[in-house]
């Protein structure tokens, strides 16, 4: 990118920086370390000093031809970080897209449906309220004190990821898993920019409300499908192309649309904007380096520990280069309530995941797609009753036009698979982490 562009983001952010802050009136004014395009810089710096000597490390074994040369103790952690395993005929495990069922009742099918959506309505919805309540509102406030705001997003991401990593190696341990073929220093590249997107997204919520930040996530499938063009040279339908148009027109009522915030509620402002565009490229970065990985035949929860084990490793890593990790602890220290909320933003994450895997499991993409569509239109609608956000008509209109977009999405992904089914074998679905 020519370096001109960057100077005129850079500038066109500063004035827009502490719009965050202006509803607490009494906060003692930021220094300029603590702006969010400077915190990105400095965390970018903690995981680039663990990501380029990994990098270099790889390339010198590689040089070297390890795998047939390396002998000692070492080498079979250098096999597995660096080169990986061939998966072997006896020791594989067949992945199935889909758990067809099997002579199974319609009641029961219902029953497992309403789990299934159940389980991610709760988890995601919370995970939501919790998000906002975490990054927007003070803790420890009194008739005589403001409390204090926690700030630091990398934080955040660190503890979702520490429970998610726990959870995914208990479920490798106690289910079988198919062979492990990928080298692990593969997952780093979709760890580092799943860190990234999850920071920004933490870090929007001080300047964007809530509302607008879920109707950037439901527009992600237009970066998405341009970086499956530069990533993955994909070739996409007319009718992606026409959704992807109408979900741009509705995100666009909905932005230019908004109405005031309360003044308790943070405006939105261009630094949000762009911290959306991060975390939307970021994602869609992460979703295509994934679907390479799958190539591995991993299952999706080796993939969920994989990618959390190095997200785990940078955020730590970073913390301590900063010296935040035990101002983190002890915020949570000093607010009991934070450090609970912080407990069920992570439990929630956590089983959001394994609720994505077996309903995709059970029911495939489609019906998993149309339960995060709707989960999304509840998450806007729970946010404004509880936290008094303002949407216009228009708005409103925007957000039906990016939702319907979404399910005619689905709609028409159905009817091609049909249409195909004939045809050609029918695929396995990638499941994200």
Not at 152 to 177: P, T
Not at 378 to 399: D, E, N, W
Request: aromatic letters at 12%.
């Amino acid at each position: 990118m020519d370096p001109r562009w960057w100077a005129v983001v850079v500038l066109a952010a500063l004035p827009s920086l502490r719009a965050g802050g202006e509803k607490n009136p009494e906060a003692p004014s930021e220094s300029w370390t603590q702006l969010w395009f400077f915190r990105f810089l400095v965390n970018a710096a903690g995981y680039a000093s663990f990501m380029v000597p990994g990098y270099l490390l790889v390339q010198y074994f590689r040089r070297k031809n390890y795998l047939e040369t390396g002998r000692g103790l070492c080498f079979p952690l250098v096999k597995t970080c660096v080169f990986g395993n061939e998966p072997k005929a006896p020791d594989e495990v067949p992945l199935a897209a889909r758990a067809e069922p099997v002579e199974t009742s319609p009641t029961w099918q219902a029953l497992k449906l309403l789990f299934c959506a159940s389980g991610l309505q709760v988890s995601y919805l919370t995970w939501g309220v919790l998000q906002e309540r975490v990054m927007t509102r003070s803790y420890g406030a009194t008739a005589t004190s403001p409390g204090e705001r926690f700030s630091d997003s990398q934080f955040l991401v660190l503890m979702n990821r520490i429970l998610a990593l726990m959870v995914a190696g208990v479920y490798c341990i106690l289910c079988k898993q198919p062979r492990h073929g990928a080298p692990m220093y593969r997952y780093s590249f979709a760890s580092l920019s799943n860190v990234l997107s999850s920071w920004c997204q933490y870090e929007a919520l001080k300047f964007v409300s809530f509302p607008t930040q879920v109707l950037a996530k439901a527009s992600k499938v237009i970066p998405v499908m341009l970086m499956g063009k530069l990533v993955s040279r994909r070739s996409y339908e007319h009718w992606e192309y026409l959704t992807a148009g109408l979900i741009s027109i509705g995100v666009s009522m909905f932005l230019l649309s908004s109405g005031p915030e309360p003044h308790s509620s943070p405006a939105t402002t261009l630094s949000g904007l762009i911290l959306l565009a991060g975390y939307i490229a970021f994602d869609s970065f992460t979703s295509n380096w994934q679907d390479a990985l799958f190539a591995y035949k991993m299952s999706s929860v080796q993939m969920m520990f994989g990618v959390n084990l190095f997200s785990c490793l940078f955020t730590v890593g970073s913390l301590l280069e900063q010296g935040a990790l035990l101002e983190g602890i002890r915020f949570m220290g000093r607010h009991s309530e934070f450090a609970a909320h912080t407990l069920l933003l992570s439990i929630c994450s956590a089983c959001g995941q394994l609720f994505i895997f077996y309903t995709i499991g059970q029911f495939g993409a489609a019906v998993f797609t149309i339960i995060m569509t709707l989960r999304q239109a509840f998450a806007i609608l729970l946010s404004c009753l509880l936290y008094g956000h303002t949407v216009t008509v228009v708005g409103g209109l925007g957000v039906a036009v990016v939702f319907a977009a979404l399910l005619l999405r689905v709609y028409a992904r159905g009817r091609l698979k049909q249409r195909g089914k004939k045809a050609m074998p029918v695929e396995s679905s990638v499941q994200k982490v």
